[in-house]
Every structure is written in C-alpha cells, then in structure tokens.
C-alpha cells in the first residue's frame, strides 16, 4: 500500500538555526499539507499547497515558514530561525483530491533546544 | 476559516460498553467529515468518514453520524476492546482539513 514518508524521524536544532522537513507524498496525490502537533495536543492546520503554489495558510503559517515542492516527488517545510515553541511533531499529509481521504506521513518530531 | 470542536476531551469506558465522541463545526460549506484514530507515537489513521450527502454511515463497530442542519456529527464505538484505546480526531473538510481537538478514549479491560 503506497504510504507518505518523512524524514528525518527527529530533528535536533539550536534554537535560531534553520530546518527542512522533507515529505514524500503519495505520487498520484495532487493537495499536499503540513499539520502540527504540539505533545498532547490537536492537530493544527499549517499549510495546504495545490498546483505548485499555496492554497491557504493558517495564522501560524507566518514568514518563519516556506514550503516548497523542488521535483515531482519531494514536499518540504522550512522553518528559519527557531524557536523553542516550533518543538513539536510535524505531519505530512497527501490527498488524491478535495473531500477524499488524507493520508499521513509518520511525522518528524522536532524538538528545538 | 473553520471551526471544529470535539467532546469530551477525555472518555473512559468498561470494555464491551458503547463509546460516543461528538464535533461541531461552523462552516456550512464543509462537506466530508473524517474521523482518525491516532495511536500513541503514531501517525492519525483513517477510520471512517461521511459525506454531506449521508446521515448514517456504519462500518462493524463503528459508526457516524451527520445532521447537516445543526452542523454536527459523531462517531460511535460499541463493544468497546482495548485496542480502541488512542486519541480520536473529527475533522471537517471543504478546502482543507480543520481537524477537532482529540478525545482520548481508554477502555478498560
């Protein structure tokens, strides 16, 4: 069963260093997303990406964050500069289309220090 | 954008007993309406969903519920195992995904 990766699993950072977070959606999948989970909390709306561009983005979504789709394949978030509230679990999610099932990444836990 | 709120936060039933998690949402525009399951460490899961379109939506112990009316819907565990036990989210889709804040349910053996 095709299934979105993400890597790296955990990502160490100095607080105000930069960082990719890399997706691998579902190939056929055309609405790419990035959720946030602070530990213990809900899952929180980032950003969703159509078309090579962006379609929404959440109030968190502000100029620390990018996200970018360089080939056909890859999906990647940045976070320049950050801080110690970004330290969370951060899912990919990929959809064949609107009102269709999202299909999740195993989630790159970020913990920045 | 939407609004999506789920209750209770927290539910814990005897194992064999029905287990009931609800959501509101806001936006009248929203028209598919998933529920995850996400076990610890783990990634949400797709357990089932329902379109706006449905009012029912059954799958063995599961069900859901949609009254498109009063903008809400909720899942339906019955004979609870402990296997159920995780965090469950709803979310209401137009655009994007806006997901609820997660019930923890632990059923107890």
């Known amino acids: 069963e095709p299934e979105v990766t993400q890597t790296p699993s955990h990502q160490v950072t100095q607080m105000g260093q930069e960082v990719i977070l890399r997706c691998v959606p579902i190939?056929?999948?055309?609405?790419f997303y990035w959720y946030r989970q602070i530990l213990g909390q809900k899952v929180e709306f980032l950003v969703s990406?159509?078309?090579?561009?962006?379609?929404?983005k959440s109030e968190i979504f502000d100029d620390q964050f990018s996200v970018e789709r360089p080939d056909g394949s890859n999906f990647t978030l940045k976070i320049r500069s950050t801080k110690l509230e970004d330290s969370a679990m951060y899912f990919c999610?990929?959809?064949?289309?609107?009102?269709?099932?999202?299909?999740f990444g195993q989630g790159t836990r970020l913990t920045v220090v | 954008g939407e609004n999506v709120e789920q209750h209770p936060s927290t539910l814990s039933v005897q194992e064999g007993d029905s287990a009931v998690i609800k959501c509101t949402y806001s936006?009248?525009?929203?028209?598919?309406f998933p529920w995850y399951k996400q076990e610890l460490g783990k990634r949400p899961q797709l357990i089932i969903d329902?379109?706006?379109?449905?009012g029912e939506k059954k799958d063995q112990r599961i069900a859901v519920t949609l009254n498109k009316t009063a903008k809400h819907f909720s899942l339906h565990i019955t004979e609870t195992q402990p296997e159920d036990s995780a965090v469950y989210f709803c979310?209401?889709?137009?655009?994007?995904?806006?997901f609820g804040t997660g019930t923890s349910l632990t059923v107890i053996p």
């Open positions: 999610a990929s959809t064949a289309g609107m009102g269709t099932e999202a299909f």
């Open positions: 190939s056929n999948h055309l609405y």
């Open positions: 990406f159509y078309n090579n561009e962006i379609s929404e």
């Open positions: 936006d009248s525009a929203s028209n598919y």
């Open positions: 329902i379109r706006s379109n449905v």
């Open positions: 979310a209401a889709t137009g655009n994007q995904f806006y």
